[in-house]
């Protein structure tokens, strides 16, 4: 499979964010300026009825990257381009303009409704600040109806605890197609739900994109549902993309090591009982953020560490298979392994 | 250690505009201690009297506000918070070095004493849920809502009297000098108990409730559950597992009712004429005696930011979270 | 066993007769929760006291008669004054200012609060420092020194500005709570979700905060309700306060000047204190209804004692399970279900 | 077959009491054989923790154990019901005989205490005739096992990272060398490098100490790399029993097929994914018969009218495995 | 109460029945005091217990019950005034000795005068001094204007050491820690709850038979009644409301209570400046519908402030001889036709109950006084029900105490319980109540007396006079013109005497004064307390 080039919807090009670390009297007196390196020179392009999985561990970073999308956080640095025209929006007018385009799900469908609103008001707030109020009742079953929960009528007046983690999940979504964005930035959208519910919103999800034709960031850490899912996969470490391409390729055919320890780690129902560390993976534990490791933000714990690695930040290389990089001098020459 | 430092500043700011706010009251108070006086002697000092008064006062000379205000800081460094007009010319730092011992040891040493008894009742009641001691709580409400002073005045009628152990006003015998002999610590100790008592039986409800809540939180925290899952004897749950815990959030309302202390005895100074601050700051007011007030406001508001800085130096030593390391 | 594939799986819905009857519940657990309603009843007497009050008073509260100091009689429930003033009635008329003061300041106190609370645990930054260090400096300050002399400031002091004045000095401790729980609902998903809607900063503190914190805020506002009357009895007891009008505290004042106690009437002294300490409890047992409706785990359980395999009484607690007899193992699971199931 | 350690029988766990109790687990038999990990899989709600925790009689109230026996065979001596002992008597049976790992590891370790003092106060509590010493230097030996330096004994939890607090956990579980050691999701909050590298070190020790597992997850998947054998839970029941491979390869409930069919697996051919129509049961309004039928593709007349027998299925006729379900060839 | 003290400590009280007793024990309920024995001061613990009088002594000891009855030679053995009361020479005691030894000489009373002169603060009674000289043992003052209104201030001036007080820097600023005076006892020691005074080895007079006086400070009037009912305190000054329930049942046959007038008195003030109060007739209308018994009975507890019985508003008996002779008869009485009456004649209605004045407007009347002032307050009670027998609809407003103040300086009220000055002869009262003096207008404050803004040149006319006479016939003639004017236009209403009582036990001590035997005012805080000291004799011992 390749890539087929679409039109480009968003994309981002060295995106930094450093958080700043609380500081107390002493830095200010040392100018020690401390900060959490969250995302660190970060690429990416989202295209229209594509979906790209960004995947990694805990704390490499994801999330941060789809705010910083969303514009919910300032960046430190880089550039968000929107249909190619660079945008920054503090808030206000502008800010909705740009939400209305691009749309961001929550994590955890159990925190990302407030517990005091109907599903109504969710809806209605959602197509009213966007202008979409026209024929509101319409409107809204159409929305539910776009998600599944049907017959919207029963579940417009609920509250959401009287909703089943799939539904708020589902309502979360309508939420935010009801401001008809472009791009949709989906935080985890299944890491809290369980494994037969998961299955019904990923496959809402991809539905929505063929229907609606939306760009679509699909944040995980599952990496077995990005293969399933995405079209496009790409992989983050410690705050920086390590390697991305065809979803495919880079699930069957991982480059960077830390795809691989990545993938070797993911339990596997077929390697029965032979349950044993991954023969590549050195041990460890992920890097502090603060100070990250000077070079290739893995070598620490990789096995194949060279001398270079600690010192020179390993530049993107591209892989034979069309589409398919990544960022580890094991590839510099560009030749096939 | 950062983290002193930075409450520190946090102190630092709090205790000048308490400071700030404490000098410019007194001075928003209509008439002044002269008039106030005469008040007091309602016919038995003649209007004659009010010239020589003002003289006496130094209230004759007008000085700006601001510098009043400057004069005011010099006086605070230098410790000497000037002359009390109520009794005048005692110093006011005096009349606070009398009155303050009086106060820090009846509320200070009831105040724990409420914390200990009502926490230990407290965990009793959230370990026991539904227990004896459980019940016990609608009663403890009941006696906490009683307001304070008529709690002190029904107590005095009942118990003092001139043929009871408890003594019904002052601080130690009258014709006692105060120090440190069996006599006089033994009087003084008498004369406490029946404030001390009604303090407890007002105040001790509140920790017992923050207490039996807090229990009933953490009594459903896993870890709890991992403590019975080790088999550890039942008491060392409670104790060293729940109740550990569950004290954490009342430090911190312990430190501040601490504080408080300075502030709050006014009632119990006033019912039961013990010889504290509270008192001589219910004076003050009534007398329009500035530097008595300021004196007082110093050493409350003092009193709850040294409180407060306990409070977080307990809260660092006894949660290891709040710790950093390096 | 073919399912189609890559076809959504649609939820199987959910029976109608579960609709709206959980939130319905809800709301009235509150009312349910015995604590709260005993508050409630408690409260409510008080209040229709507070309104009717003077228009059922047997006496005027001020007149004087010649039944000086008379023990509760037939005729003078509550018996008199030294002026002969009927006290039953002092303490009906007295009930209005009390209950005034008591809600007007805590409705103040919270409207405080609940500005500076929310405002500085939303806006953060600079905002959030000089907010929170207002209301730092203001709980040091200690309140009842301050309310005596704020009230003994203010001329001619009616109930209204005794209210504002104590409403005025006791915020700062719910902004203090309300800070912190508006830091901790700040971060919550749903207010960065509605952010990312594009909903606007006073909207998202009103619709999407505020309801979020109805019950800390109610308690807020119950305690300070509690503070302020107690406030203002005991203001009204020093003889600081200036009102003109009866409450409680004047009777007890009055009853003190006249040292009652002293002179063994002590039915001048003990309705007023008892009308306070019972309020004082209702409006306190409102609170635990709140806390409880909050945190169920608060709320005490039901049965707690129940019997054991051999007979025994055993209390259900944290660590050792129960362990019932009643339910012998089914031999037959399948014939015992489908008789439930008719049942 | 081996020898049981612990066996279930019956075992109904109640929430509340009367009539509104919510009968979350019922008539579960389940048995664990000496030094074998038996994997518990489910969904969400559908009791697995439940069944844990009532095994060990830590249920929080209103949770009662309202039938059924639970016979634990100590490595010498005579069997007995751990429902029938006293306060004091499951006191010293528990973490001496049975250790558990919960969920959280945050959560399962007090935040106030030393790593070092949680560890010895186990220790201290069960074998009290011994010195401190020896404590100290069982409790470093056994830190040393679950790969944690002996500096970091006196560490708060908070401390340490989310993969060290729960090796802490397992380390503590296993410091009294007990038969059984029951794991309820113990790494569903870890990373899959995390979680790959404590569940290699727990085959590790297993080898070493041979005490039985009865590990607790939602990811079949895992379950099935991990786990000599697996049990399926739906709806407060055993659904199905078997081996690993077979379950994996041949599994015969229609939810646990459903189950395997709802994860994507990375590796090998892509596998259609059909999931699970519906949702979970409402304990409190459980259907009839089978619980699974309303969502079950396969469903008769049958299945909402009587609940089916966990058995040996005919059509396998392997000793190894049993199965609740009306289906043809897989009643008893 | 307080643990009898029989042990050891023969320091600790007087011991029940048997042994006579040696300690008296007196009480005010002023709160914890501050050690601080400065007499001058009245913020002194001194001042405030009243033990500076049985330190320093005065140079004339006058009845304070009896202002008007010549003086009891104390330090001074002979006093002469010359014709116009500008001039005093003062013969001293000899063989007077100080506590510290030294003998007490001319010098030092010269002395005491020079200080009050010399410090502004010292000089409470404003006393215009002109010349002091100290010769021999004879001392005589000049002054700059007749002092025949300050006689007794002077006369009573306390004597203190010239050789302690000239090393002081600043007198109105020393606590005296020590302090020395002529007086039979000395500070033994201070608490701020209790001082405790002991008797001198030697005393120009005979010594005393208390050998020990301790004054205790109660927090306030309940305690202070509270130690008084059950015997810890044996002499205080102090309001027990209900007296005979709380305090004289308690012992019928001890608790003795004896509260004279002196000459000062309180009543309801009344803006004068305000319609319709500014007609005499509605005034007069008022004073007759007062029921003075009732405040006495119920607002002062029936012993507190004795009622004025004179229409003069002279309390009696301290006033009697000054009342003029066409108003030895005119008492107070209820008499509410009379009013009625006075009202019709000034062209007033009554219109059901509500009284109209001419102009056809209601009269009401806002009564105020501080909410804490429980006695004042009562007495409004009482006079609003009163009132309403004419008509009159009043309100009783519980003001703030400094608020209420500032408006009764400043003369924004329509009438107010308050108090006037006192003094040796009813000319301090009526000074107070109606000089022009000292008038200010509504609005402006400062004022030291004339609240009501009463303004009557003839009235003025006559203080000058009084103040400034040559004889006494001239001064009584000044004092039947203020009496009448009082009489006819009552600018304010009197209805209490101030008093100079007290409250003593007679189980330890007995020889204190009484209705029979008026040698003093039995409050403890008066100058007069020394001489009651100097009476008393342990019970029993006759
Ligand atoms: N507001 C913030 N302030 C400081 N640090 C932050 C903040 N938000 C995130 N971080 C840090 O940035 C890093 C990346 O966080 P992020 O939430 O993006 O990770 P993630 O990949 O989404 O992890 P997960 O899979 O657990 O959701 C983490 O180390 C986190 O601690
Ligand atoms: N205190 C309680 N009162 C009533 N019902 C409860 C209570 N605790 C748990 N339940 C119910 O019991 C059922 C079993 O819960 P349990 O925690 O055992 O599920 P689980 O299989 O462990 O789920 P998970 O995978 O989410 O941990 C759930 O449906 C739950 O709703
Ligand atoms: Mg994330
Ligand atoms: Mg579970």
Same mark, same amino acid.
């Given at each position: 499979m390749t890539v087929t080039e679409t039109e480009v919807v968003l994309e981002a090009e060295g995106l930094t964010k450093h958080f700043p670390v609380r500081r107390g009297l002493r830095d200010l007196l040392t100018r020690d300026h401390k900060a ?6 970060v690429r990416l392009t989202l295209r229209r009825g594509r979906v790209t999985a960004l995947v990694g561990e805990s704390g490499s970073g994801k999330s941060t990257v789809a705010r910083l999308l969303a514009q919910l956080y300032g960046r430190t640095s880089g550039e968000i381009r929107l249909h190619g025209e660079p945008i920054t929006v503090h808030g206000g007018r502008k800010f909705r303009a740009y939400a209305r385009r691009v749309q961001m799900i929550f994590q955890d469908p159990f925190a990302s409704l407030?517990?005091?609103?109907t599903v109504r008001y969710h809806l209605t707030r959602s197509l009213r600040i966007h202008g979409r109020a026209g024929d509101l009742e319409e409107n809204l079953r159409d929305l539910l109806n776009q998600v599944q929960l049907t017959p919207p009528e029963r579940y ?9 983690g799939g539904q708020r999940q589902r309502v979360s979504i309508a939420r935010a197609l009801g401001a008809d964005p472009e791009a949709l930035l989906a935080d ?7 494994v037969s519910i998961r299955l019904g919103v990923l496959n809402l999800l991809r539905d929505l994109k063929e229907r609606l034709n939306l760009a679509i960031l699909y944040i995980t850490h599952d990496i077995a549902s990005a293969r399933y899912f995405a079209d496009e996969t790409l992989v983050m470490y410690a705050g920086r993309m390590v390697e991305g391409g065809d979803s495919e390729t880079v699930t069957q055919?991982?480059?960077h090591p830390y795809t691989r320890l990545l993938i070797e780690s993911a339990p596997d ?11 590549d993976q050195a041990g460890g534990e992920p890097p502090s953020l603060i100070a990250p490791p000077s070079g290739c933000r893995f070598n620490p714990r990789c ?5 270079k690695c600690s010192t020179d930040l390993p530049p993107r290389f591209e892989l034979p298979t069309a589409g398919h990089w990544a960022a580890?001098?094991?590839?510099e020459e560009g030749a096939a392994k | 250690m950062k983290f002193l430092l930075q409450r520190l500043v946090f102190y630092v700011f709090t205790a000048w505009a308490a400071l700030t706010i404490n000098f410019f009251i007194p001075r928003m108070i209509p008439g002044d201690p002269v008039t106030s006086l005469i008040n007091k002697f309602q016919g038995q000092m003649?209007?004659?009297a009010i010239n020589s008064l003002y003289v006496l006062f130094g209230l004759d000379k007008n000085a700006s506000l601001w510098s009043q205000y400057v004069d005011y800081w010099g006086q605070v460094f230098r410790g000497d918070l000037g002359l009390s007009f109520t009794f005048f010319p005692t110093p006011v730092a005096e009349i606070l070095r009398q009155s303050l011992p009086w106060t820090i040891a009846l509320v200070g040493i009831t105040t724990f004493a409420s914390f200990m008894i009502g926490t230990s009742l407290g965990v009793l009641a959230g370990w026991r849920r539904g227990s004896v001691m459980d019940g016990l709580l609608p009663v403890t409400t009941f006696l906490s809502s009683i307001p304070y002073f008529w709690l002190g005045l029904l107590a005095i009628t009942l ?16 014709g006692l000098v105060p120090s440190w002999n069996a006599e006089f610590i033994g009087s003084a100790v008498q004369h406490s108990l029946l404030p001390a008592i009604t303090i407890l039986i007002s105040s001790v409800s509140g920790w017992i409730l923050t207490m039996r809540n807090m229990m009933v939180t953490v009594a459903s925290e896993d870890y709890i559950t991992v403590a019975h899952a080790k088999g550890l004897p039942e008491r060392r749950v409670m104790v060293s597992y729940a109740a550990r815990n569950a004290l954490l959030p009342n430090v911190s309302g312990f430190a501040l009712s601490l504080g408080f202390i300075v502030g709050g005895t006014l009632l119990v100074e006033i019912v039961f004429s013990y010889p504290g601050i509270g008192y001589n700051l219910f004076q003050a007011v009534g007398a329009k005696d500035y530097p008595l007030m300021q004196g007082v406001f110093l050493v409350i508001t003092l009193s709850v930011l040294v409180a407060n800085l306990l409070a977080d130096v307990a809260y660092l030593l006894l949660d290891p979270r709040t710790r950093k390391e390096g | 066993m073919s399912a189609p594939t890559s076809t959504i799986t649609a939820v199987t819905p959910e029976g109608?007769?579960?609709?709206a009857a959980p939130a319905k519940r809800r709301r009235l657990r509150f009312v349910a929760n015995p604590k709260a309603a005993t508050g409630l009843v408690v409260l409510a007497f008080f209040c229709l006291i507070a309104i009717i009050g003077p228009w059922i008073a ?5 007149a004087r008669s ?10 003078h429930w509550f018996g008199t004054t030294h002026?002969?003033?009927d006290i039953f009635s002092q303490v009906l008329v007295g009930t209005r200012g009390v209950m005034f003061v008591g809600l007007l300041a805590g409705l103040v106190a919270t409207a405080l609060s609940i500005l500076i609370g929310v405002s500085a645990g939303f806006l953060g930054g600079a905002a959030d420092d000089s907010l929170s260090a207002l209301s730092n400096v203001f709980l040091v300050i200690p309140a009842l020194p301050l309310i005596i002399i704020v009230a003994s400031t203010?001329?001619?002091?009616g109930d209204l500005m005794v209210a504002l004045v104590i409403g005025l000095t006791s915020w700062a401790w719910g902004a203090r709570v309300l800070r912190a729980q508006t830091l901790s609902l700040r971060r919550r998903d749903y207010v960065e979700a509605a952010r990312a809607t594009g909903e606007s900063t006073w909207r998202i503190i009103t619709f999407e905060i505020m309801p979020n914190l109805t019950a800390i805020i109610a308690s807020g506002f119950v305690g300070t309700v509690i503070f302020a009357v107690m406030s203002e009895i005991t203001l009204a007891f020093i003889g600081i306060?200036?009102?003109s009008e009866w409450n409680w505290g004047t009777i007890l004042f009055w009853a003190q000047s006249q040292q009652a106690l002293a002179q063994g009437a002590w039915w001048w002294f003990v309705p007023a204190g008892l009308a306070i300490a019972i309020l004082g409890t209702a409006l306190s047992l409102i609170n635990f209804g709140i806390d409880e409706f909050v ?10 004692r129940i019997k054991t395999k051999d007979g025994h009484s055993v209390r259900m607690r944290v660590g050792f399970t129960p362990v019932l ?8 699971p399948v014939v015992r279900r489908e008789q439930e199931e008719v049942a | 077959m081996k020898a049981p350690v612990l066996e279930i029988k019956n075992f109904h766990v109640d ?8 009968? #979350?687990? %019922?008539d579960v038999t389940l048995t664990l054989h000496r030094g074998e990990v038996l994997g518990l899989a489910g969904e969400s709600g559908s009791g697995k923790s439940t069944l844990a925790y009532g095994v060990t009689r830590l ?8 039938g059924g026996s639970v016979v634990y065979h100590p490595a010498s001596g005579d069997p007995y019901d751990?429902?029938?002992?006293t306060d004091a008597e499951l006191r010293a049976f528990r973490w001496a005989e049975t250790s558990i790992v919960f969920q959280g590891a945050m959560n399962s370790l007090?935040?106030?205490?030393k790593v070092s003092t949680q560890m010895l106060d186990v220790i201290k509590a069960h ?5 401190p010493q020896a404590r100290i230097a069982r409790a470093q030996e056994m830190l040393k096992l679950v790969?944690?330096? #002996?500096? %970091? ?8 990272s989310g993969g060290m607090r729960q090796r802490v956990m397992i380390g503590m579980a296993l410091v009294l060398e007990p038969q059984v050691v029951i794991m309820d ?7 899959v490098v995390m979680q790959r590298q404590i569940l290699a070190q727990l085959v590790e020790l297993r080898e070493r100490l041979g005490f039985s597992v009865l590990f607790i997850t939602h990811d079949l998947s895992l379950l099935v790399e991990f786990s000599d054998r697996i049990a399926i839970m739906y709806g407060g029941r055993i659904v199905e029993e078997a081996r690993s491979k077979d379950l994996y390869?041949?599994?015969?409930h229609p939810y646990s097929e459903g189950l395997l069919k709802s994860f994507p697996a990375l590796r090998g051919e892509r596998r259609e994914l059909s999931g699970i129509p519906g949702s979970p049961p409402d304990l409190r309004g459980m259907p009839t018969g089978c619980s699974f039928h309303p969502r079950c ?5 049958r299945c909402s009218t009587e609940i089916p027998v966990l058995g040996i299925p005919s059509a396998r006729n392997d000793p190894h495995r049993s199965v609740a379900c009306w289906l043809p060839g897989r009643t008893a | 109460a307080c643990s009898s003290g029989d042990g050891n400590s023969g320091s600790s009280g007087n011991n029940g029945s048997g042994t006579a007793a040696t300690v008296l024990n007196i009480g005010m309920p002023n709160g914890p005091q501050t ?10 613990s001194g001042a405030s217990l009243g033990y500076r009088w049985m330190i320093f002594e005065p140079l004339v000891m006058i009845n304070g019950i009896k202002p008007t009855e010549p003086g009891k030679p104390w330090l001074a053995t002979e006093w002469k005034w010359d014709a116009n009361y500008t001039k005093l020479s003062l013969t001293v005691r000899e063989g007077v000795k100080f506590s510290d030894g030294k003998p007490m000489t001319a010098e030092d009373v010269a002395y005491s005068f020079q200080i009050r002169k010399d410090n502004e603060g010292l000089n409470q009674d404003a006393i215009p001094y002109g010349t002091i000289t100290a010769s021999g043992n004879k001392v005589d003052l000049t002054f700059t204007r007749s002092q025949f209104t300050n006689q007794n201030k002077i006369l009573t001036v306390f004597v203190i050491p010239k050789h302690q007080w ?5 007198p109105s600023q020393d606590t005296l820690k020590s302090p020395i005076g002529t007086g039979p006892y000395t500070v033994k020691s201070f608490t701020p709850q209790t001082t405790t005074l002991t008797l001198r080895d030697?005393?120009?007079q005979d010594l005393p038979k208390v050998k020990e006086l301790r004054y205790t400070s109660y927090n306030d009037n309940n305690a202070q009644t509270t130690a008084l009912a059950n015997g810890a305190s044996e002499w205080s000054f102090v309001f027990v409301p209900n007296v005979k329930a ?6 019928p046959k001890n608790h003795k209570l004896w509260f004279p007038a002196n000459l000062g008195i309180h009543g309801l003030w009344i803006?004068?400046?305000r319609k319709p109060f500014d007609n005499p007739a509605v005034r007069r209308a008022m004073n007759l519908v007062i029921n003075r018994d009732d405040i006495f009975m119920q607002g002062e507890a029936g ?8 229409m003069t508003g002279i309390p009696t008996p301290a006033g009697e001889s000054f009342i003029a002779p066409e108003y030895k008869d005119l008492k107070h009485k209820v008499d509410v036709d009379a009013a009625k009456k006075e009202l019709t004649d000034a062209g007033f209605k009554l219109e059901g109950d509500v009284l109209k004045d001419p102009a056809g407007k209601p009269v009401t009347i806002t009564l105020t006084d501080p909410a804490g002032w429980s006695d004042y307050i009562t007495d409004l009670e009482i006079i609003k029900d009163n009132l309403s027998t004419i008509g009159i609809k009043a309100t009783v407003d519980k003001a703030n105490q400094d608020a209420w103040f500032k408006n009764i300086d400043e003369g924004n009220f329509d009438a107010a319980m308050h108090w006037t000055n006192g003094g040796a002869t009813p000319y301090d009262i009526y000074q107070n109540i ?5 008038l200010k207008p509504v ?8 609240y009501g803004r009463f303004n009557s040149p003839e009235a003025t006319k006559a203080l000058d006079q009084y103040a400034n006479a040559a004889d006494d016939a001239a001064r009584s003639t000044a004092l039947n013109t203020l009496q009448k004017i009082m009489v006819e236009q009552m600018p304010i209403i009197p209805t209490s005497a101030s008093n100079v009582g007290g409250l003593y036990s007679t189980k330890n001590w007995v020889g204190w004064p009484d209705e029979q035997n008026q ?9 007069n307390a020394l001489q009651i000291v100097l009476n008393l004799k342990p019970a029993g011992s006759q």
């Open positions: 959490v390196h969250a995302v660190d020179d407030n517990p005091t609103h417009l007046d609920k509250f959401p605890h009287e909703l089943s985890e959208p299944v890491s809290m739900l369980d055919h991982p480059a129902p077929d390697r029965l009982g032979e349950l044993s560390k991954p023969e096995v194949h560490a060279m001398p580890c001098w094991l590839y | 003649s209007t004659d118990l003092a009297g001139p043929d009871s152990f408890f003594p019904s006003s002052g601080g130690y015998e009258p | 109608p007769e579960v609709a047997p006496f005027d509260p001020s010649s039944d000086l100091i008379q023990a509760p009689s037939g005729k002026l002969g003033q203010i001329p001619s002091a306060s200036t009102i945190s169920p785990r608060l709320r005490s359980s039901g049965h707690t007899s009643s339910k012998q193992a089914p031999v037959t | 929430y509340g009491l009367g009539d509104e109790a919510v009968q #979350a687990v %019922r249920l929080p109230p209103p949770g009662v154990i309202s751990v429902m029938a002992l007090n935040p106030v205490h074998e009290p005739q011994l010195s790969g944690i330096s #002996a500096d %970091r004994m006196d560490a708060y939890p908070h401390q340490l999701e113990p790494t569903t909050a870890l990373d390869t041949d599994s015969l593709p396969q469903a008769f007349d | 050690e601080n024995h400065n007499p001058f001061l009245g913020s002194s000239s090393t002081i820097k600043d030697s005393y120009w709380v305090y004289q049942d308690k012992d803006n004068t400046t012993y507190f402030y004795p009622k004025v019985e004179s109606m000089d022009g003096k000292i609005g402006k404050g400062g004022v030291s007396g004339n040698y003093g005012p039995a409050q403890p805080t008066q100058q």
